[in-house]
C-alpha cells in the first residue's frame, strides 16, 4: 500500500494522505540554518546546532507522535460564530476534515496544501541560500461563489535557545523568557539581556489584527495547539510574554472575492548583532534592529522570495547534476539521481543529529559517522568535503584515537556519546583517500591540523592519517587482532563493558580497559585503510613508509587467516575471554555481515574462494527478503560478556535487526566476486522506492534509507525505523554507482568496471570528475563482466579512464561488457 507517488520530473515525493504511518519527514535549509518539517508541519528549526541554537520546540515521543511544528490556522469569520469553523491547512494540528490534500516534499523545500469548504492553501516552506532565516509562502485562495472573511493565524513556540536545558530546566526556564513586539515583527529574546548576542524574529507581510507571544494567552488555560482559544474565538489578545512559554503568533483578517487570492509570507529567522552594538539605543534593553531590518524587508517582497526559491532550485539542480544515470531499473535511477544523493547531503549537514528519532540533543557529529557520511558527498561540493575532513582530523587525540563526537556550534570534540571505539581512527583514512581520488588535491595533506583542537600541537594531515594506523597496531590482543575497546562499528558490542546496573549506559560507562577482546571487524577495516594509505605514502615520496604499511597490512591479512576465520565465514571478534564470537562453536550470534563484508571489500578471500565461501554463507544464512540481518542466530537473552548487542529483543537494531549501513558492504563484496545479480538483488532488497508498494509495512519515508529494518526474529519483520540519519545513504549510493555500475574515482583517472545484473542491456551514466563532464554508455555485449573501453574513439588498455589533456570539457566513454 502506498501514500503517495513519486514526481520523478520535479524531483519531489508527493503525498496523498495526511495520516501517513509515521510523520514524513523532510529538511529545510543547506548550509547553516537548518529545520525538519513533516507532512503535516510538525517539526523545529535550529542554527548549526540542533541542540545548543534550536529556535523552536518540539515535543518528542509524544501523543500524537508530531507534536510542535510550524502551523497556520485558518478560521471561516463569516460563519456562525455560536459554531466557529476553523481549521489547520496542514491536517495537524487540529486534524479537521480535508476535502483535498497533498504534500510536495522536494530537494530543501516542503509545500503542503488542501482545501476545506472552498478555500485552498498552500503553504511553502524553505530556506533561501545564503540566508538564516526559513520562508512560509502562504497562499490562500476562495472557490467560493460567495466572497469569504478568513483568519489567518500562525503558530511556533520558541525554544530557549538549548534544547536540552530548554526541555528540562523549568525552574530557572519560566522565568526567562522575553520578546519585544515592533513594526508587526516578533523577536525573541531570551538571554539577550545576557551572555547571547542572537535572538530569533517572526515576521509577516500583512498588517496584523493583532499577535501573541505567550502560549497560554494564545491556546487558553488547559487546551492544546489542536483548539487555541485565540483561533477559535477570531481574536489575538496581544499578550507580551515574560517568563512561562513565548511563542509567536500573527492574526490577519483576509477578505476574498470569489476565485481570488491571497498571498502572505511568513519569515522566521535567527540573527547574530555585534557584542558592542547589541543594544539600541544604547543603554537601554532594546534589540538593536539595525542590521536584521534590512534582511526581514527584502523578504516580504514577494519577487524576491520567487527568486530566493528559483536560486535554490538551480542549487540543487546543480548539485545533482554532478552524477545522473539512466538505468533499465527505476529505482535506481530514481535514489541514485534524486534521493540517495539528498539524502547523502543531509547526512553531511546533520550526522546523527536531529530527525524523528534523533532528539537533536542526544548526537553531535559522529567521527566514525561523519567520516563516512562523506565517502558519498565528495563529488557534490567538495571544498566543504576538505573542510569536513579537516575538522574532523582536528578532534583527533595526540595518541590517534578519536573523540566519538563533536559540536557543530564549537567543533570540539566530547565524550558524550562515549569514548574508545578502536575503529574510529581509521574510518579519516577512508574518507581522506576518497577526497584524494575525487580531487586529485594533494595539497590538503600538508594542511596543519591540531589534535584534541590544542592549539600548538599541529601537524599535517597525513601524518594525522598515519596516527590513525598507529594506534590501532599499538592496541592489539592475544591473537594479534586489533583490541576492540569499547565497540567497533557495531556500537553495541561491547566486549569491555560488563554491566549489571540498570540504565548504565553501554557507551559511557567503563568498566574494565580490557586487553584480551578484539575484533576481526577492526582487522579487515585495518588492512583496508592500510592498503590505501600505503598508496598515498607511496605517492607522497615515501617508498619505505609505504612498503611498511603494505607490510603491516598483509600480517594483518595472515593474522584474519589464522584466527579469524571459522571455515566458511570471518568470525567477528573475540570475547574477554579469549572466546570466539560468531563462530559456529557459539550457540548464539554464529555468524556476522560485518566482516564478511569489511574483509572482502579488503580484498580477503579474493583469490582462493574463501570471499565467495563467506558470501555463500551470507546468503544462506543471513539474507532476507527484507534485506541482510547482522547476525543469526538471534542473542535471545541478556549476555554480560557481549554487552548491549544482547538487550535488544531480537531482530531489532543491533541484535539482529537489518542494518542498511552494513548491506552495501556485502553488495561491493558481491562485485568484487563479479556477480553482479546478487549485488543489485541485494541493493533492491533494501532500496526505499523498491518498497514503496509495501508502506504500510515498511512504514518510514518512501524516498529515503532507514537506519534499520526489523529482521525477521521481530515480529514486525520488514518494518524501517531510524530514517534518515545513517551510514545507509553514503554507503548504498557508492555501492550502486562506485561498485555496480562501477564508475568509480581513482588516483590515475576515472575507472569504469560495471558489475551489472545479466539482464541489463546497458546503461549510461554523466559523471562530472575533477572539472571534466564524462558521458559514458555502457553496452552489454557478452554474459561477464570484461570490460572493453573506448575513449573518443579509441580502445584503450585497461579499465580506467586516464585524464584528459588540460581544458577538455567532455569525454565520451563506450563501454562494452562482456
Ligand atoms: C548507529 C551509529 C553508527 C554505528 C551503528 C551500529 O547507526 O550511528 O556509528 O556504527 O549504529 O552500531
Ligand atoms: C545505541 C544504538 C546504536 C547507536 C548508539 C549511539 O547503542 O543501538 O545504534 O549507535 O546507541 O550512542
Redesign the pocket.
Known amino acids: 500500500m502506498k501514500f503517495g507517488y513519486f514526481d520523478d520530473q520535479n524531483r519531489e515525493y508527493v503525498i496523498t494522505r495526511p495520516d501517513t504511518p509515521l510523520p514524513w519527514i523532510n529538511y529545510l535549509g543547506c548550509e547553516e540554518y537548518f529545520g525538519i518539517i513533516s507532512n503535516t508541519a510538525g517539526g523545529y528549526s535550529f542554527y548549526r546546532d540542533a541542540r545548543l541554537r534550536r529556535l523552536t520546540r518540539y515535543r518528542y515521543n509524544n501523543a500524537p507522535l508530531d507534536m510542535g511544528g510550524r502551523y497556520i490556522y485558518l478560521r471561516d469569520d463569516g460563519a456562525d460564530v455560536q459554531q466557529p469553523i476553523f481549521w489547520s491547512p496542514t491536517w495537524m494540528p487540529t486534524r479537521s476534515k480535508l476535502d483535498e490534500y497533498e504534500c510536495r516534499h522536494g530537494l530543501g523545500y516542503t509545500s503542503i496544501k488542501s482545501r476545506v469548504n472552498g478555500i485552498e492553501a498552500q503553504t511553502r516552506y524553505f530556506v533561501p541560500l545564503g540566508e538564516s532565516l526559513e520562508i512560509w509562502e502562504l497562499t490562500v485562495i476562495n472557490l467560493r461563489q460567495i466572497t469569504a472573511d478568513l483568519s489567518v493565524f500562525s503558530a511556533i513556540e520558541f525554544c530557549l535557545w538549548d534544547a536540552n536545558d530548554d526541555a528540562t530546566n523549568f525552574q530557572r526556564n519560566y522565568s526567562i523568557g522575553e520578546v519585544e513586539v515592533a513594526d508587526g515583527v516578533i523577536y525573541h529574546k531570551s538571554e539577550y539581556r545576557e551572555r547571547r548576542n542572537h535572538f530569533a524574529y517572526f515576521a509577516c507581510s500583512e498588517p496584523l489584527s493583532g499577535f501573541d507571544t505567550q502560549r497560554e494567552a494564545f491556546l487558553g488555560a488547559y487546551r492544546g495547539w489542536d483548539s487555541p482559544l485565540a483561533v477559535e474565538v477570531g481574536k489575538a489578545s496581544n499578550s507580551v510574554a515574560h517568563g512561562w512559554q513565548p511563542m509567536g503568533s500573527h492574526h490577519i483578517k483576509i477578505h476574498l472575492n470569489p476565485g481570488e487570492q491571497k498571498k502572505i509570507i511568513f519569515v522566521l529567522g535567527y540573527h547574530e548583532n555585534p557584542e558592542d552594538g547589541k543594544f539600541d539605543p544604547p543603554d537601554t534593553q532594546v534589540i538593536n534592529k539595525h542590521t536584521v531590518k534590512p534582511v526581514i524587508s527584502r523578504y516580504m517582497k514577494l519577487d524576491e522570495v520567487g527568486s530566493a526559491f528559483q536560486a535554490l532550485q538551480n542549487y540543487w539542480n546543480g548539485l545533482l547534476e554532478q552524477l545522473q544515470v539512466s538505468t533499465p531499473d527505476q529505482h535506481t535511477n530514481r535514489m541514485v539521481n534524486i534521493w540517495n544523493a539528498y539524502q547523502v547531503m543531509v547526512n553531511f549537514n546533520i550526522s546523527r543529529s536531529a530527525s524523528g528519532f534523533e532528539s537533536g540533543i542526544g ?1 553531535g557529529m559522529g567521527f566514525r559517522d561523519s567520516n563516512q557520511d562523506l565517502l558519498g558527498f565528495m563529488h557534490m561540493i567538495p571544498g566543504r568535503a576538505r573542510e569536513r575532513i579537516l575538522d574532523l582530523a582536528a578532534t583527533q587525540l595526540p595518541n590517534g584515537g578519536a573523540y566519538h563526537q563533536y559540536q557543530p556550534l564549537t567543533k570540539s570534540g566530547n565524550d558524550d ?2 569514548s574508545g571505539f578502536s575503529d574510529d581512527p581509521l574510518w579519516l583514512i577512508l574518507s581522506a583517500a576518497a577526497y584524494l581520488k575525487e580531487t586529485g588535491d594533494w595539497k590538503i595533506l600538508d594542511e596543519p591540523v591540531p589534535f584534541d583542537n590544542l592549539p600548538g600541537s599541529e601537524q599535517a594531515l597525513y601524518l594525522h592519517l598515519h596516527h590513525s594506523i598507529q594506534y590501532v597496531l599499538d592496541r592489539r590482543g592475544p591473537h594479534g587482532l586489533p583490541l576492540i575497546g569499547r565497540a567497533d562499528w557495531n ?2 558490542l561491547n566486549l569491555n563493558c560488563f554491566s549489571t546496573s540498570p540504565g548504565q549506559s ?2 559511557t560507562t567503563t568498566n574494565k580497559d580490557g586487553k584480551v577482546a578484539e575484533s576481526v571487524f577492526i582487522a579487515g577495516l585495518f588492512v583496508l585503510a592500510a592498503k590505501e594509505l600505503a598508496v598515498i605514502t607511496r605517492r607522497q615520496g615515501y617508498a619505505n613508509e609505504a612498503e611498511g604499511l603494505t607490510r603491516e597490512a598483509e600480517k594483518m591479512e595472515e593474522i584474519v587467516w589464522a584466527t579469524g576465520w571459522d571455515g566458511k565465514w570471518f568470525r567477528r571478534a573475540y570475547d574477554d575471554l579469549g572466546e570466539p564470537i560468531g563462530s559456529k562453536v557459539c550457540k548464539e550470534g554464529q555468524i556476522f555481515i560485518e566482516p564478511q563484508g569489511m574483509c572482502v571489500m579488503a580484498d580477503l578471500g579474493l583469490r582462493d574462494g574463501r570471499a565467495i565461501q563467506a558470501l555463500d554463507s551470507v546468503a544462506e544464512y543471513l539474507a532476507t527478503s527484507n534485506g541482510i540481518v547482522l547476525h543469526q542466530p538471534a542473542y535471545s537473552h541478556y549476555y554480560l560478556n557481549l554487552g ?1 548487542i544482547s538487550t535488544y529483543p531480537g531482530g531489532y ?2 541484535n539482529a535487526g537489518i542494518f542498511c549501513h552494513t548491506n552495501p558492504w556485502v553488495m561491493i563484496s558481491e562485485v568484487k566476486i563479479g556477480r553482479g545479480d546478487h549485488a543489485h538483488d541485494y541493493y533492491l532488497r533494501i532500496n526505499p522506492s523498491a518498497r514503496e508498494e509495501m508502506s504500510e509495512i515498511h512504514r518510514c519515508e518512501p524516498y529515503v534509507y532507514a537506519q534499520m529494518i526489523a529482521g525477521r526474529d521481530a515480529p514486525a519483520q520488514g518494518e524501517a525505523k531510524n530514517s534518515w540519519l545513517t551510514g545507509a545513504a553514503s554507503w548504498n549510493y557508492v555501492a550502486i554507482t562506485q561498485w555496480i555500475l562501477g564508475v568509480r574515482p581513482t588516483h590515475d583517472g576515472l575507472a569504469i568496471e560495471p558489475v551489472i545484473p545479466l539482464d541489463w542491456k546497458g546503461f549510461e551514466v554523466v559523471r562530472n570528475f575533477r572539472g571534466v563532464r564524462y558521458v559514458i554508455q555502457v553496452e552489454r555485449q557478452g554474459s561477464g563482466n570484461a570490460v572493453t573501453l573506448d575513449v573518443e574513439g579509441i580502445i584503450i588498455k585497461g579499465t580506467v579512464v586516464p585524464f584528459p589533456p588540460n581544458g577538455t570539457q567532455d569525454v565520451h566513454v563506450k563501454v562494452k561488457v562482456a
Do not use: S, T
Open positions: 548526537r556519546v562515549g556500537d553495541c553501554f557507551q548491549e537494531k543491533e
